[in-house]
């Protein structure tokens, strides 16, 4: 598979704070897929992006193929937002995402 | 929002049986895709398909089957379960044509291999 690394491992931030999260890559990307594993398992989908930067609320996330990296950046931390993000990458020559080990963030009062 | 289901939610299963893992998805998607998570790691990919009648191997495919009987259902068969595919399992879907596009994944299947 493509190599793909997430870091921190984990993050601890009280709430309010702000931080980004960042994934490598080895090879150019078609695109990237941030998610959110909560405490239940569920994944949640919080962006995909082809290019560029695209923000969401407290969350925004940038892509650099040219660099080969991707970031989320977290502000105003809610407790809500523990859990583990994970990105996904799909190179250009293949069809199937590939995940990262995640990162696990623990938002605390 | 796309409606990924997966069936069982929870098994446990012996050594040696057989295992099929079913996922279904009403979004009209091409790709499906069947993921294995374990505890504390990221996803891995086992198989995907991006048209029914066809599937294609990820990079964990040993020990696992895959069937895609029609766009809406993607199958993961484990012939003889074994104690290493203790794990949960995740399907996804994804409407992926020239680019990027998010995937939609179901609650996922906790299997317990004894």
């Known amino acids: 598979g493509m190599p793909v690394e997430q870091n921190p491992p984990a993050l601890s931030l009280y709430e309010g704070a702000e931080s980004g999260l960042r994934c490598n890559f080895s090879t150019t990307m078609k695109g990237v897929q941030w998610f959110q594993q909560n405490h239940r398992g569920r994944l949640i989908t919080l962006f995909y992006?082809?290019?560029g930067t695209k923000e969401n609320g407290r969350l925004k996330s940038t892509f650099n193929s040219k660099e080969r990296y991707s970031t989320l950046h977290i502000k105003d931390a809610q407790l809500e937002d523990s859990g583990t993000y994970f990105c996904a990458v799909e190179a250009t020559n293949n069809n199937a995402p590939r995940f990262g080990a995640g990162t696990k963030l623990s938002v605390k009062p | 929002e796309a409606a990924v289901t997966q069936s069982p939610r929870s098994k446990v299963a012996v050594t040696g049986g057989k295992v099929t893992l079913s996922c279904h998805q009403t979004?009209?998607?091409?790709?499906m895709y069947w993921y294995r998570q374990d505890t504390g790691h990221g996803l891995r990919l086992i198989h995907y398909s991006y048209v029914a009648d066809s599937t294609e191997k990820g990079d964990i495919p040993d020990g696992y089957k895959a069937s895609r009987p029609s766009q809406e259902n993607f199958s993961l068969i484990l012939e003889l379960a074994s104690l290493s595919q203790t794990a949960v399992y995740f399907c996804?879907?994804?409407?992926?044509?020239?680019?990027?596009?998010?995937?939609?994944f179901g609650p996922g299947t906790r299997l317990l291999v004894l």
């Open positions: 992006l082809a290019q």
């Open positions: 996804a879907s994804s409407d992926a044509g020239t680019g990027v596009d998010t995937q939609y």
């Open positions: 979004n009209n998607h091409d790709y």
